[in-house]
């Protein structure tokens, strides 16, 4: 967090601001018009040796191939489940993409309407046409537990420099926690516990953006659970 | 447009009724991020008119027949409230609120990167809850403030203002005294990074000076509003303090 913070202020960019005129890349979710770069959204300028771009301070969660997300089933086909995994298009899951064997039309005795599973996104082609997977390592479906949501652009701040913030809620609430790159967190653990946990991320999506956050959770933790704290450790 | 009036609109000072000056906009506020529910809002007054904007989506495109294989459509509802106007606006679509729903959608249109999202739609709400004269240029701009927060890439955010013509003058911004009793009305929207125009409309008569008049003040009120456009996307996320991300 130091070394981040050591960087020049922040600039906030809206949509039509020039990022750059003197040749630089364009970067994500910018455009370009005579050689300059605009900002495309309203976020954070973002410069970089790839070029300059924008990191977005809201909007939708957009499906890239590789990405964990966490998705609910909402409808039943014969040959696959729809999911929603909280982006602009539904997300089918084939049978084929199962760690089951399936007969065809036997899909609800698998998974049914309402359950909730981490899945991995397959593919998603240039008519944005989304497939998600179950079959990898650690996939499943979640059974249990509870789920929070927040802003995807908030996920970074969720999981810390290299992990930091979520391996200090883990381990001081002692809870399982599963981050999709969509917004959705599933926590499980002690009933008091995992309270905790879904109250300090959800202070992590509401603050994201102010400073000296992983204190904050941590202090917001102490104070709810005084005897907490090194059960993980 | 409508009526006549021994109303004098603008004195021999060049003051109108309410004390502005011929190239003066009324007094703006811009908020933007007032909903909870949505994907993106706004709050804009001008003068006595309020608006709010809501923006969801972008999401799958219902009903499935509009949807567009290439890129994503811009569904827009402009209602005004039933206390919106002093006599009782008699609630639901109308032949007036389709139009503007039309024209602001094509604007929008203009600057959404809609070719990011094929098959989806984006929906904007916007509500109409205190009328005077000028709803359809506050409601614009309102909606394309509610888009920018939601985080929709597009090239540039619309700004739009009325101009027109009363008491033979040409007037920026008009009022609703202004607007009834006026010989015309000229609102008008721009991208203010092309000046390319999105929205131009009139309603009465002008001569062609009058006209090159009205949408050079325009113009230069809608960069006015374009700053405070601004302005308020960069309140929501600016006074939060330095982030160690």
Same mark, same amino acid.
């Given at each position: ?21 003197? @040749? ?60 929603? !995994? ?6 089918? +899951? ?10 065809? @039309? ?11 599973? +981490? +899945? ?18 650690? +996939? ?25 913030? *979520? ?11 599963? !981050?999709?790159?969509?917004?959705? *967190? ?34 917001? !933790? ?12 | ?56 989506? &972008? ?15 811009? =569904? ?14 008699? &609630? ?13 959608? $094509? ?14 739609? /984006? ?6 809850? =205190? ?21 929709? &890439?597009?090239?540039? /955010?619309?700004?739009? /203002? ?46 062609? =000076? $009058? ?5 050079? #003040? ?9 700053? #405070? ?17």
């Amino acid at each position: 967090m130091e070394k981040r913070s050591a960087r020049p202020a922040r600039e906030i960019v809206v949509p039509g601001d020039i990022l750059d005129d003197s @040749g630089a890349k364009a970067g994500d979710n910018t455009y370009t018009v005579d050689g300059k770069v605009y900002a495309a959204v309203l976020g954070v300028k973002n410069k970089n040796q790839y070029g300059v771009g924008v990191i977005p301070l809201g909007g939708r969660y957009m499906p890239k191939p590789g990405d964990m997300v966490i998705g609910m089933i909402n409808d039943i086909g014969s040959s696959n489940w729809m999911v929603d !995994i909280r982006a602009p298009y539904p997300a089918p +899951l084939h049978v084929s993409e199962v760690p089951w064997k399936v007969e065809f @039309g036997d899909t609800s005795r698998y998974l049914n309407v309402g359950n909730v599973v +981490l +899945l991995k996104v397959l593919s998603v082609d240039e008519g944005k046409k989304i497939q998600v997977t179950m079959n990898d390592s650690g +996939l499943r479906r979640l059974e249990g537990g509870r789920l929070v949501e927040i802003p995807y652009v908030k996920v970074s701040r969720v999981i810390g420099k290299s992990g930091s913030m *979520i391996q200090m809620i883990k381990s001081m609430t002692d809870c399982r926690i599963f !981050i999709g790159e969509n917004g959705i *967190i599933w926590i499980d653990g002690d009933e008091k516990n995992a309270e905790v946990a879904a109250r300090a991320i959800e202070m992590i999506g509401e603050n994201a953006h102010k400073g000296s956050l992983t204190e904050r959770v941590k202090e917001f !933790i102490e104070k709810e659970l005084p005897n907490a704290g090194e059960v993980g450790e | 447009m409508s009526g006549t009036t021994d109303m004098i609109l603008v004195d021999k000072d060049g003051k109108r009724i309410d004390g502005r000056m011929p190239e003066e906009h009324r007094a703006v506020k811009i908020e933007a991020g007032v909903l909870a529910n949505a994907d993106g809002s706004a709050y804009v007054e001008i003068g006595k008119n309020k608006v709010l904007a809501a923006v969801y989506g &972008p999401r799958e495109c219902h009903p499935r027949h509009l949807q567009d294989p290439t890129k994503a459509i811009i =569904q827009c509802k402009y209602n005004m409230q039933t206390y919106s106007v002093s006599d009782r606006k008699r &609630p639901g679509t109308d032949r007036r609120s389709v139009e503007i729903s039309k024209i602001t959608a $094509e604007a929008l249109e203009k600057v959404v990167l809609t070719e990011l999202y094929p098959r989806a739609s /984006i929906d904007v709400y916007i509500e109409i809850l =205190q009328a005077n004269a000028g709803t359809r240029c506050a409601g614009l701009t309102a909606a394309s403030v509610a888009l920018a927060d939601a985080g929709i &890439p597009m090239r540039d /955010i619309i700004p739009s /203002i009325a101009a027109g013509k009363a008491d033979g003058h040409v007037l920026l911004d008009l009022n609703k005294e202004e607007d009834n009793f006026g010989q015309a009305d000229v609102p008008l929207a721009i991208v203010p990074s092309t000046n390319e125009i999105v929205l131009l409309q009139m309603d009465g008569n002008m001569t062609r =000076q $009058e006209f090159d008049k009205a949408i050079e #003040l325009a113009v230069g009120g809608c960069h006015d509003l374009y700053k #405070l456009q601004k302005e308020a996307l960069l309140k929501r996320y600016g006074d939060g303090g330095d982030s160690d991300e």
